[in-house]
């Protein structure tokens, strides 16, 4: 059973970054796609970043240029480093399969709290 472990949430000024990593228990990040999502309270879990097993990307709108999603596979980890971070990027952040592939069973998350 693979298990997910995401880290590195924290409170942080608007305009400020934040690295979030995700870690697995068994070697699957490396053949496998994998994305950050992130849910706000009282809204759905998004999708915020995509990473493919070629290492292709891609970003929500409201991500794009401000986030970037990269693994490290020796490690077995993605990681969600965040940039220019707005209030809105409020939320508990979680990493797990992309849509249309199978999910592992969710992590705790890590929160992230943009505030003045």
């Known amino acids: 059973q693979v298990h997910l472990v995401e880290s590195g949430g924290g409170l942080v000024q608007p305009g400020g970054y934040l690295r979030l990593s995700c870690a697995a228990s068994?070697?699957?990040?490396?053949?496998?796609?994998m994305g950050w999502y992130r849910q706000a309270p009282g809204k759905q879990r998004e999708l915020v970043a995509t990473i493919t097993n070629r290492d292709s990307t891609i970003y929500a709108d409201s991500v794009k240029g401000r986030f970037t999603i990269s693994r490290d596979n020796a490690k077995n980890t993605v990681y969600l480093q965040m940039n220019s971070l707005k209030p809105e990027d409020t939320a508990v952040y979680y990493c797990n399969a992309p849509p249309g592939l199978p999910y592992y069973d969710w992590g705790q998350g890590t929160q992230v709290t943009v505030s003045s």
């Open positions: 068994g070697s699957i990040l490396s053949i496998r796609a």
